[in-house]
């Protein structure tokens, strides 16, 4: 236990440091403009996702040195070039898995490049395991509405895009082995229109935990040097087939209801939120006025009215009728658009 509590706190001593390094100022500066194009509170995201690296990296860099990984700098250099070089195909080939898997798979039919492969294998199941934890603890964070169109009809549904700077330490050399800390990038992009972004969330993390653990258990077993790099490319292919499979023959979550229109998200200090307006209720009139297009919203609180009357179906609680009278807030609902 006394060994474990020095891992961690040297550990924590080491992100600590390298949180201060103008390469990694850079590199949080460059994740603020992405978070910028892509949530609506980027200062947040941003936070959020250096604090949670943190978190990743610490249990990362405990269990490699748990798992006594040692690698050279030459392996990163050869997983980044395969990588690049996956990336001109598909974007979704900037995985370690791709990349760690072709790399192994290279060495051990032509012999080169000269890599230790299971210790490689299991950097890229650690890795794996770690985004999971971190998509189910923090993926649907800032997570967007969008609209997509299937069978001719516009129907809503959530995109997340996540990424996490992970600064961990790792044990690198040849001869003389050292501890060196890195920063390790981990992203998760994902869509749903079959479920609540919290579910989704959840469920894509756990089947990526999964996945993470039976490769960890392969790279130790050892059953054969090719299964652990098969597994890894072959194991991320089907996740990521399965999911656009389900994604496309499950029915949506938001359509266009026959009356009044479909909520996709409320704002905070709203008055939708206040009267108790959540994701996938139906809002059918405001002070007497049917809602049939979202320019009714529009043009209700254009009038600014000193209190709103609200009918609207709810998903837990059927037919609900609410009156807000008080601090003048916007209405702060995004709805389903209806496409003649």
């Known amino acids: 236990m006394y060994g474990l509590y020095q891992i961690v706190y040297y550990t924590i001593i080491d992100i600590l440091r390298i949180l201060k390094s103008p390469f990694f ?6 994740l603020y403009l992405q978070y ?4 609506q509170n980027p200062y947040i995201a941003t936070i959020s996702s250096i604090v949670y690296g943190m978190f990743g990296g610490l249990i990362a860099t405990v269990a490699f040195i748990y798992l006594q990984v040692y690698l050279v ?3 990163f250099l050869y997983i980044l070039v395969v990588t690049i070089i996956l990336a001109l195909i598909d974007t979704r080939f900037v995985c370690f898995a791709y990349g760690g898997g072709m790399v192994v798979l290279s060495n051990l039919i032509f012999g080169f ?7 490689l294998m ?7 395991i770690i985004e ?8 649907n964070h800032q997570s967007q509405v969008r609209y997509f169109t299937k069978e001719y009809e516009t129907i809503g549904g959530y995109t997340f895009n996540r990424i996490w700077p992970l600064p961990l330490v790792l044990f690198v050399g040849d001869i003389m082995i050292k501890p060196i800390t890195i920063i390790a990038l981990l992203t998760y992009g994902d869509f749903t229109i079959s479920n609540y972004p919290r579910k989704k969330t959840i469920k894509s993390g756990i089947i990526l935990l999964i996945y993470g653990l039976i490769l960890l258990v392969t790279c130790k077993i050892m059953i054969s040097p090719y299964f652990p790099p098969l597994l890894a490319i072959a194991g991320h292919e089907l996740i990521i087939q399965i999911n656009k499979y389900k994604e496309k023959t499950r029915a949506p979550l938001y359509d266009n209801p ?4 479909r909520v996709l998200d409320v704002m905070n200090k709203s008055v939708a939120k206040e009267v108790g307006i959540s994701e996938g209720d139906i809002i059918l009139e405001i002070n007497d006025t049917k809602i049939e297009d979202p320019k009714d ?5 254009v009038t600014k009215p000193s209190k709103y009357k609200l009918r609207f179906f709810s998903t837990r609680k059927g037919l609900v009728n609410k009156t807000y009278q008080g601090k003048k807030k916007t209405l702060g609902m995004i709805t389903l658009p209806r496409v003649p």
């Open 132 to 139: 999971a934890i971190l998509i189910i603890l923090n993926g």
């Open 25 to 30: 100022i850079l590199l949080i500066f460059i």
């Open 113 to 119: 490049p000269r890599v230790d492969t299971n210790d």
């Open 36 to 39: 910028r194009k892509n949530t």
């Open 73 to 75: 700098p030459m392996d």
């Open 122 to 128: 299991l950097l890229v199941a650690v890795l794996h």
């Open 258 to 261: 026959k009356e009044g229109l």
């Open 297 to 301: 919203l529009i043009h209700i609180e």
